[in-house]
């Protein structure tokens, strides 16, 4: 990619970074297949735990598949950056001219794309399973639209600080990063069950647009900041 | 313009863009009530179902709470000023559980209108004062807190 | 004006500050805890309606307070640390953390003595006391982080750009806990003015809060001479003074 000439604009930058990554995750199909299996598989654990009961599962359920989609797209982000750290390609576009928070936003992007996507694809399924009221399922996938590409925007600060850190830096990460999604969970959560409630959920729904877009513009340039550490480091 | 600077200047465009979207999400959010809790005058109004779960806001009315001398179960009455509802709870009551305090309880009616709560929570305000100084406020009507308006607005906005 | 800055970044003279400033702070916190203590436990009264148990503000606030004022001193720092690169700043957060932490632990557990009179339970997710536990885990986060990565400088760096992402976060987090709490436990009377007390209660509580701050000026100070050594191992300053018997 440091190959492509200056005047290459931004967009033209995070499309051919966007092809290059989906082309390298299609070939793995782990990396995108693993996070929405170990997302249904949390769900399903959930009425083994506390009972089948409709009344009981409906209560919880926008609570759950929040809690679980924030933990599949948390685990799934451990290696966001560290195959490249691995194999140079980081060094290389901390090295160019390119914008590295440009890089990093086609990076999440993708990521985004293959694991948190398949998240909102299986989550009106989920919902019926769990006896979620059929008004909620609209705003439940909304919630999570919003909400996993915020998880994976402030999800990347976390994994770009670790990944120097070898054995134990998923769980490292997820210490870092989990209390910092929190907001997201409080909104997301809030939106489902306001919705499944018969309540107006549209003020939740405009905070997790507020998050998504401080996210967007924040968070990119924090984690460029903790790659060039990184890539400092090793 | 270097195409370095220009693009450079471009970011910080975006950036400021995504902080001014964030702004106007976060005043629209404001804007838009968030409801709480039902009030006794909607539960008498009919706009719920019997048997789903939902929270009750109100102030215990003076002199309607009637102990059970067997066991933990407490009756009392909760207003908007408006309407009354009966509660029934079986349980411990928090402290500062009292007459004419503001309290939310959660749980569900049953079929002859009365609510059964499963939970009943009141909240200490933050007046901290000698139990004199709380007389002599009392007596000349001027006690924080209970002065507060408890009107039939349920409606908060955070 | 260099030259000062100079002086002032220079170990051996933090150093020797550190070291003149220590026993300051720790008398002038002894003093203000010990009176503070006096006069809220003996002096003052009880509570119109909380009784004696409202006595742990004395304790509560204080610790509460200074669990935020030493992440803003640690983030501050850390943000002085990745512009300036001055190792000074890095130790002063690194100093901090800890302190912090247990500040922010001393205010959970005696936020849960209070919520057993007053609430009836040890523990009730209640806004305040939620914000803290999420920022404990935070402090835990920064200290997990900083151990974990082996090499000094990278860590540090790390660890700063983490501080500085946290309190841009720290407002957010505590903004939505306030939010999910008035959804979920409604206080039916807020009132909209300041909290109020009484000058008897006041007096004591602000005494506190001064020692408090103190406190942590004192380990700070304490923390930030052993930080100065480690990085200074080798150094002929530091063998002196070890020479010398005067660590």
Request: glycine share 8%.
């Amino acid at each position: 990619m440091d190959s492509l000439p200056l005047s290459t604009g931004l967009l033209a930058l995070f499309r051919s970074l966007l092809t290059r990554e989906l082309a390298v995750a299609i070939r793995s199909p782990g990396q995108w297949l693993n996070p929405i299996l170990f997302f249904i598989i949390v769900i399903t654990l959930f009425p083994l735990g506390v009972g089948p009961g409709p009344n009981t599962l409906s209560i919880i359920a926008p609570g759950i598949i929040w809690v679980s989609a924030l933990l599949s797209v948390m685990l799934s982000l451990q290696s966001l950056f560290y195959d490249d750290l691995h194999n140079g390609s980081l060094e290389q576009f901390v090295l160019s001219a390119q914008p590295l928070s440009v890089v990093v936003l086609a990076k999440v992007f993708a990521w985004w794309i293959l694991g948190g996507l398949p998240l909102l694809l299986v989550s009106p399924l989920l919902a019926i399973l769990m006896h979620l009221p059929a008004s909620a399922i609209p705003v439940l996938v909304l919630s999570l639209l919003l909400g996993t590409l915020t998880l994976i925007l402030v999800g990347a600060i976390g994994a770009a600080l670790t990944a120097t850190v070898g054995n134990g830096g998923g769980i490292l990460m997820s210490l870092l990063v989990l209390p910092l999604t929190v907001p997201v969970l409080i909104f997301g959560s809030g939106a489902v069950q306001a919705a499944a409630l018969q309540m107006p959920a549209g003020g939740h729904l405009s905070l997790l647009v507020a998050l998504l877009a401080l996210a967007l513009s924040l968070a990119p340039v924090a984690t460029a900041a903790a790659l060039r550490v990184a890539v400092s480091a090793s | 313009m270097t195409p370095k600077r220009k693009q450079r200047l471009m970011l910080v465009a975006l950036m400021l863009v995504g902080v001014s979207v964030a702004v106007v999400f976060l005043l629209k959010a404001f804007n838009s009530n968030i409801m709480l809790f039902k009030s006794p005058s909607d539960i008498v109004a009919g706009d719920i179902q019997e048997g789903s779960r939902f929270r009750i806001g109100g102030m215990v009315v003076e002199g309607s709470v009637k102990r059970n001398d067997t066991d933990l179960s407490v009756e009392f009455q909760l207003t908007d000023t408006a309407n009354k509802v009966p509660v029934t709870f079986t349980g411990i009551l928090p402290d500062l559980f009292s007459e004419g305090q503001g309290i939310v309880a959660m749980g569900s009616l049953n079929n002859s209108g009365t609510f059964v709560a499963s939970e009943v929570l009141a909240k200490h305000d933050e007046n901290y004062m000698p139990p004199e100084v709380a007389d002599a406020l009392k007596k000349a009507g001027k006690m924080p807190g209970t002065s507060v308006n408890y009107g039939g607005s349920t409606v908060v906005q955070p | 004006m260099f030259k000062w800055i100079h002086r002032f970044g220079s170990s051996p003279f933090v150093y020797r500050t550190a070291n003149w400033l220590a026993p300051v702070f720790g008398i002038g916190a002894a003093v203000c805890i010990l009176v503070g203590l006096y006069l809220g436990l003996v002096v003052a009264p009880a509570d119109y309606e909380q009784g004696d148990s409202y006595r742990i503000i004395f304790v509560h606030v204080p610790s509460a307070w200074m669990s935020m004022f030493v992440y803003m001193v640690m983030a501050t720092s850390s943000a002085v640390f990745l512009i300036w690169r001055m190792k000074l700043a890095d130790i002063v957060a690194w100093a901090s953390a800890p302190i912090g932490a247990s500040f922010t632990l001393i205010a959970l557990l005696t936020g849960a003595f209070w919520g057993k009179p007053m609430w009836g339970t040890y523990w009730i997710w209640d806004a305040r006391l939620t914000s803290e536990l999420l920022l404990l885990f935070i402090y835990l986060g920064y200290m997990a982080l900083r151990s974990s990565i082996e090499q000094p400088q990278t860590a540090a760096r790390a660890a700063a750009i983490l501080a500085v992402v946290g309190v841009v976060n720290i407002p957010i987090i505590h903004f939505s806990v306030e939010w999910w709490n008035t959804l979920h436990q409604p206080a039916t009377i807020t009132k909209l003015d300041k909290p109020s007390m009484h000058i008897s209660m006041l007096r004591p509580l602000l005494l506190m809060v001064a020692g408090f701050q103190l406190l942590y000026f004192h380990q700070l100070m304490v923390r930030v001479k052993t930080g100065i050594l480690q990085r200074e191992a080798r150094t002929a300053w530091v063998a002196e003074l070890v020479a010398d018997n005067r660590v």
